[in-house]
Structures are given as C-alpha cells and as structure tokens.
C-alpha cells in the first residue's frame, strides 16, 4: 500500500513498530516517524493497518492514539480485521475530534494489493469516502460503501466465515475425490474449471494443497473465526450450515490445525 500511494506521487509518512519490517515499508522514501501522533499530526488522511483488535484500540484510542492527534477533518481508514464494536468505538472517538472515521474491511492479498486490485467494503460516512477514495483507488479496486461505521467490518466477518468453510468444503471434496481414486492436484485443477469452482478453492489450487494453505493462514483464519463466533453469540444470531462447516473435523483439523481438546477426548 505504501509503495502504491508514494508511487502515485502523495507524499506517506509511516509508523512501523517492528525494525525486520521497516526497512522494506521505508525503502521507497517516505517519512518514517517514531511515535503515532507525529505520523497523524496535520495530515489529510490516516490509514491503520494492524493485526489485531486489541492492537486497533492502542493505535487509535487514547491520549497517545491517532485520533487524539489528528486534525479535525481529517479522516482516519481502518483496514484492520476486527470486532465492529471496536469501529464504532474509534467513531466515537472520531466525531468528539471532527475526525471522520471509514471501516475500511478488504479482501484480498499481497499480489492484489500489488495490482491495483484489493476489494474494500467500507462503512461510514460517503463524503468523506469520497475524499479519500482517489487514495484508495491507489491500491484498492472494487471499493465498495456498505453503510455505517461498523458494517465493513461485519461484512467482512461474513466473507471470512464462508473463506474459511469452503476451504473446509474443499478438503471434503479433495478427500471424497482420493477415495474414487482422484489424485488431489488432479482434482483442485479440474474442479476450478467446473460449477463447483470458488475463490477458496483457487486459493487452496494455486498453494498446490489444502496443506499448504492452513501452512500459510491458519492462524489468521482461527482469529477470524473465533471473532466471528464471538460476535454473533453476543447478537444472538445463529451461523448455521456455515457454523456447522466451521465445526467440522475438516475446518477444525486440517484448515485451522486446532489440536483435540483431552477434556473431551
């Protein structure tokens, strides 16, 4: 994202806390700043891309937050994966300031990112969209406006959990294709050209194994379920065949690499 927006010619100040990532997010000349209110002071537009939901509250809240520091005006863009109650708190936050805040969800990855072509779906106010939206359109194609401050990041869950259960469906179809004696390349490559193909099934096609995937995103794909059970336990709501796909031995096993629990064993 960073080489796209400074290659677009904007001028990037950057924040990175880690020194192994540093040199490659710096390593086309933006500003590099040591603390989170010296990136965000006077600045146009904020853009926080963090891991976790814990982390978005460090950066963004508090005295030593982005929107402590930003200007009113300004609009702060939350890609972070994370609990839509967490959004809605960073709003708040953002309108005592006059600061506007976009719930950035995207779908996508690296070599997306690289063309130009990650999916957003973003939840907020629509004029301030539109300011930034020449920014995003660095990286980002679609971007789409889903509704208020929070639904980015619920639609976003939504695609996760069903990501997730096909990746499981994809594992069930690879193991009930070997015992018709299919072998599992032959079968990922013929599926992606029939009825059945998805994105998940490319995905696990072009890492060549179901394997190689959980290899890769197992652990981002266990924080992104357990965020989504937890958010529809608390509004009551029922996952259904997604949540039975997502229980399964398939989803829990071989796509999340969750060890049985001995207490129930």
Not at 24 to 53: H, Q
Not at 115 to 137: F, K
Request: contains cysteine; glycine residues 10%; negative net charge.
């Amino acid at each position: 994202m960073i080489d796209r927006l400074t290659a677009a010619g904007h001028d990037v100040t950057v924040h990175v806390r880690h020194p192994h990532t540093r040199a490659a997010a710096t390593a086309d000349g933006p500003t590099v700043a040591d603390t989170v209110p010296a990136t965000v002071e006077g600045v146009d537009a904020v853009f926080v891309t963090v891991l976790t939901d814990a982390q978005v509250r460090e950066v963004c809240l508090g005295p030593d937050g982005a929107v402590a520091a930003m200007r009113p005006g300004a609009t702060l863009v939350q890609h972070t994966t994370c609990d839509p109650a967490t959004v809605d708190a960073v709003a708040e936050a953002g309108a005592a300031r006059g600061v506007d805040v976009l719930d950035a969800a995207l779908s996508g990855g690296p070599h997306d990112i690289r063309d130009g072509r990650l999916t957003l779906w973003v939840g907020g106010d629509e004029s301030a969209l539109d300011r930034v939206r020449p920014l995003l359109a660095t990286y980002a194609s679609p971007v789409l406006h889903v509704g208020t401050a929070g639904d980015g990041q619920r639609l976003k869950l939504v695609n996760n959990a069903l990501f997730v259960a096909q990746v499981g469906l994809a594992v069930d179809a690879v193991r009930l294709a070997e015992s018709l004696g299919l072998g599992e390349s032959t079968v990922l490559a013929a599926l992606q050209q029939g009825s059945g193909a998805s994105r998940a099934l490319q995905v696990v096609a072009r890492g060549g194994s179901v394997d190689s995937v959980a290899d890769r995103l197992a652990d981002l794909m266990s924080k992104d379920v357990g965020t989504v059970r937890e958010v529809a336990d608390r509004a009551g709501v029922d996952l259904g065949i997604i949540g039975t796909v997502l229980a399964s031995e398939a989803v829990e096993k071989r796509v999340l690499r969750k060890s049985p629990d001995p207490s129930t064993s």
